[in-house]
């Protein structure tokens, strides 16, 4: 028997026309992505999704519509599950109090886990901006739904 891996995923576009991309790294691997992650037991999709922006970004947001939802199969980067992902158009209640940065992987802290948060630009978004098959999918769509 194999275990799914039910992820779920914001998709945050500001006034500029920016989305917001995180950059992670766990114990040595690095990667980009949007903000999000893994849903605990019990939790519905949009309960996960808020939890994990006030977890990620300390953020409240509003879950505005679904976007995707993963439709083949794709093998976690970190085990043996199978990962299905929901993602989401979002916008936060308040401002984002984060400290955004220009480059990839510019982390302020130091240890195992590490994460940062930066603007790209939708018209600049290209599917080299992330590292899973499920989010450069997802940037496939947004830029066929702009064009």
Known sequence: MYPFNVRVYGLLINDLQQILLSD??????????????GL??????????????????NADIEVLEHFYTTDFFI???????????????????EELQLNFKNSVFDFDEEGDIRQA????????????????????????????KKA
């Open 40 to 57: 605990e037991y019990g939790e519905g999709l949009i309960d996960g999704l808020k939890r994990e922006f006030l977890e990620e970004c």
């Open 24 to 37: 992670e790294e766990e114990y040595g691997f690095r990667f980009s992505k949007f903000p999000g992650g």
């Open 117 to 144: 948060f930066r603007w790209r630009n939708m018209a600049e978004l290209n599917m080299d901006d992330v590292t899973f098959p499920t989010d450069k999918k997802v940037i496939e769509l947004l830029k066929a």
């Open 75 to 93: 093998k976690s980067a970190f085990n043996d599950s199978q990962i299905i992902s929901a993602y989401y158009m979002v916008k936060p209640t």
